[in-house]
């Protein structure tokens, strides 16, 4: 149980182009999604939170209107990367979690690439 | 504000133990830990919630000091397949919003 997926594994797109990447929990309902980017040989940094049907909450730094968040679903959240430059490319990954419990579970990642 | 681990990396001949240590500069709600291989996405190992209790499933450990607002994790006869870098992610305000610590890059040699 408790199974994270995300869409696409990994994606390649020109500078300027707009990507949408989908985390999906597949067996469960996720009351919280996090979406998390990951540099080269670095740690997760968290860019936001989102909760089912609310606004997500982004962390300092991390632009909302570049970082477009969208929870519609207790399954599903989307994050777009809107006029992707090369500084954008990294590993994206969300994780999950239900309500009353601790445990977040990752998705296996998306690899952007921006050229 | 990230937390500190350490050591940075460690290798290890199979068999061996290892201790990570995980250091933060706020007191700590919950400590949560991963373990990452290459390109692939953190998977997770446990969570030490705040009162100081130890946790283990067979060869690995850990123990959360909320005084020293500290976390390490134990691994003992360490396997081929401990390999990987190990993040803490640490829960500050009860909120299950983590910031991950610096990684402890652990590599078992044969």
């Known amino acids: 149980g408790a199974v994270v997926s995300q869409h696409p594994s990994w994606v390649i797109c020109k500078s300027g182009t707009s990507v949408k990447i989908e985390c999906r929990s597949l067996?469960?309902?996720?009351?919280?999604m996090f979406w998390y980017r990951q540099f080269p040989k670095q740690s997760l940094m968290l860019m936001a939170t989102?909760?089912?049907?609310?606004?997500?909450?982004?962390e300092q730094g991390v632009e909302k209107d570049k970082f477009l968040i969208n929870h519609a679903s207790l399954t599903l959240s989307t994050l777009t990367v809107t006029s992707a430059h090369p500084e954008d490319s990294s590993f994206y990954i969300c994780?999950?979690?239900?309500?009353?419990?601790?445990?977040?579970?990752f998705g296996p990642g998306t690899r952007l690439t921006v050229l | 504000q990230q937390p500190v681990q350490s050591p940075q990396a460690v290798i290890l001949r199979e068999g061996e133990d290892a201790v990570i240590n995980c250091s933060s500069s706020?007191?700590?709600?919950?400590v949560h830990w991963y373990r990452q291989k290459h390109g692939e996405a953190p998977v997770f190992l446990m969570i030490?919630?705040?009162?100081?209790e130890q946790k283990g499933h067979e060869k690995i450990s850990a123990s959360f000091n909320e005084k020293k607002q500290q976390s390490s994790l134990y691994l003992t006869a360490s396997q081929l397949s401990y390999s990987g870098t190990y993040f803490c992610g640490t829960d500050w305000f009860g909120n299950e919003k983590l910031t991950f610590g610096t990684g402890t890059r652990l590599t078992i040699i044969p």
């Open positions: 989102s909760n089912e049907g609310s606004k997500a909450t982004y």
């Open positions: 067996d469960f309902q996720a009351t919280t």
């Open positions: 994780s999950a979690r239900t309500s009353g419990v601790n445990e977040q579970f």
């Open positions: 030490l919630l705040k009162g100081g």
């Open positions: 706020k007191a700590l709600y919950s």
